[in-house]
């Protein structure tokens, strides 16, 4: 069965530090890849989604980028967080077929003091 | 553009009873499929149910059902005999075959309490 990895859960780090959240997938290839944020209360916003293996597709601007080194490995970093930057981020994953559901990760929140 | 709407923010029920969550969305899109997902506390997303657009019948999972009415563009969940451990947060999402990014689009979700 498929199961998605997604560490740490709980991140505090101050202004100005660097961000790196890793999301791994396991049970499927080729699966298509999501970073949400979502903000206290609110609903998800999709970040950026991958289709394969060094494909990044951003639908929001911001201090955030995506990497896909290996098939099924997704992650998200920043060079400098900003206090914006504080939320809750989850990774998804599905299959690029038929009804295409995304199962998600736990999620990471992360605190930017 | 697409648009869920999810217009009650809270919902109260009692435990063993049936409660409906309401969701309109907004497409022109002729082939779309919709989603429910419940978020409990812990903040993992847990999908529940899908409908797709040309489905002929509602969806139902377990005692989740899912009351599509395609005129009026609405998906609304039904959880039938409430339990405590549904109390969570339920959010509404559509994907459209437009949809470059296969990307879905949430509402901002219902937090259902589940009174005993």
């Known amino acids: 069965s498929q199961t998605i990895h997604q560490w740490p859960a709980t991140l505090v780090q101050p202004v100005g530090s660097p961000l790196s959240l890793e999301c791994t997938v396991e049970?499927?290839?080729?699966?298509?890849l999501y970073w949400y944020r979502q903000a206290a209360g609110r609903g998800l916003q999709l970040l950026f989604y991958s289709v394969g293996i060094g494909q990044i597709s951003s639908e929001v601007p911001q201090n955030l980028s995506a990497s896909r080194p290996q098939d099924r490995q997704f992650i998200l970093s920043s060079k400098k967080l900003l206090l914006s930057d504080s939320g809750f981020y989850l990774c998804a994953w599905s299959v690029p077929i038929t009804k295409n559901i995304q199962y998600f990760g736990a999620g990471t929140r992360l605190s930017v003091l | 553009a697409q648009k869920i709407t999810q217009t009650q923010p809270g919902m109260f029920v009692q435990e063993k009873e049936a409660v409906t969550l309401d969701c309109t969305y907004d497409?022109?899109?002729?082939?779309?499929?919709l989603f429910w997902y419940k978020q409990p506390s812990s903040g993992e997303m847990i999908f529940l149910i899908y409908?797709?657009?040309?489905?002929?019948q509602n969806a139902t999972e377990g005692r989740y059902s899912l009351n599509f009415q395609k005129a009026r563009k609405s998906a609304n969940l039904v959880i039938s005999a409430s339990q405590l451990g549904d109390s969570a947060m339920y959010f509404c999402a559509m994907r459209s075959s437009s949809s470059s990014a296969r990307q879905l689009t949430f509402g901002s979700g219902t937090q259902l309490t589940v009174l005993p």
């Open positions: 409908q797709g657009s040309y489905d002929q």
């Open positions: 049970g499927t290839s080729n699966p298509n």
């Open positions: 497409t022109s899109d002729p082939s779309y499929g």
